[in-house]
T-cell receptor, first 117, second 113 residues
Framework: DTEVTQTPKHLVMGMTNKKSLKCEQH?????MYWYKQKAKKPPELMFV???????INESVPSRFSPECPNSSLLNLHLHALQPEDSALYLC????????????????FGDGTRLSIL | GNSVTQMEGPVTLSEEAFLTINCTYT??????LFWYVQYPGEGLQLLLK?????DKGSNKGFEATYRKETTSFHLEKGSVQVSDSAVYFC????????????FGKGTLLTVNP
């Protein structure tokens, strides 16, 4: 069982819809991440939150809007997505950030499989 | 910048065969190295890690040794099972303030009974 929980597991939405992906962890981690993974490819980093503040945005289009309401929760708000945004969206968390974080692994959820019609 | 090169496969083995998946890296300083596994329909699971040269990570019969002299972190298992069928990703994380994991392209392993 994964310690990072993502909901929903599957989501189908139209290009004009607004939806949100949710992620929760109770490991006391203070860094949380959103990744996008296309089929047969490695995950691509989208956003990093450190102590509930956005620290990295990998030039992600504004139709993706992250939010970190508290240290355990991470949301990804979706609006006006394109068919090419169909992918597996993975949330991850890790124990520490900053210069000492290099040896801390990231723990991943099972992802939300998103399909844009 | 950092990069990871791993054999892309696919790799097809019979049950109880020996597995090696090669992984080499390019990085400044002394990165931490990881192997993640992704079973069909699931997210990534940390399989093992090594944080300094000559460290050996091990888990579930899998092993990998951090070889700084050859900048390698090859994954091995002595006897694979059907349940090991998955995609395996080698990854590194630098020591600086960079939070990013750099992944290899992944290797699909299929184990036949």
């Amino acid at each position: 069982d994964t310690e990072v929980t993502q909901t929903p597991k599957h989501l189908v939405m139209g290009m004009t819809n607004k939806k949100s992906l949710k992620c929760e962890q109770h490991m006391g981690h203070r860094a949380m991440y959103w990744y996008k993974q296309k089929a047969k490819k490695p995950p691509e980093l989208m956003f990093v939150y450190s102590y509930e503040k956005l620290s990295i945005n990998e030039s992600v289009p504004s139709r993706f809007s992250p939010e970190c309401p508290n240290s355990s929760l991470l949301n990804l708000h979706l609006h006006a997505l394109q068919p090419e945004d169909s992918a597996l969206y993975l949330c991850a968390s890790s124990q520490a950030v900053g210069t000492g974080a290099g040896n801390q692994p990231q723990h991943f959820g099972d992802g939300t499989r998103l399909s844009i019609l | 910048g950092n990069s990871v090169t791993q054999m892309e496969g696919p790799v097809t083995l019979s049950e109880e065969a020996f597995l090696t998946i090669n992984c080499t890296y390019t990085a400044t300083g002394y990165p931490s190295l990881f192997w993640y596994v992704q079973y069909p329909g699931e997210g990534l699971q940390l399989l093992l890690k090594a944080t300094k040269a000559d460290d050996k990570g091990s888990n579930k019969g899998f092993e990998a040794t951090y070889r700084k002299e050859t900048t390698s972190f090859h994954l091995e298992k002595g006897s694979v099972q059907v349940s090991d069928s998955a995609v395996y990703f080698c990854a590194l994380r630098g020591r600086g303030s960079n939070y990013k994991l750099t992944f290899g392209k992944g290797t699909l392993l299929t184990v036949n009974p």
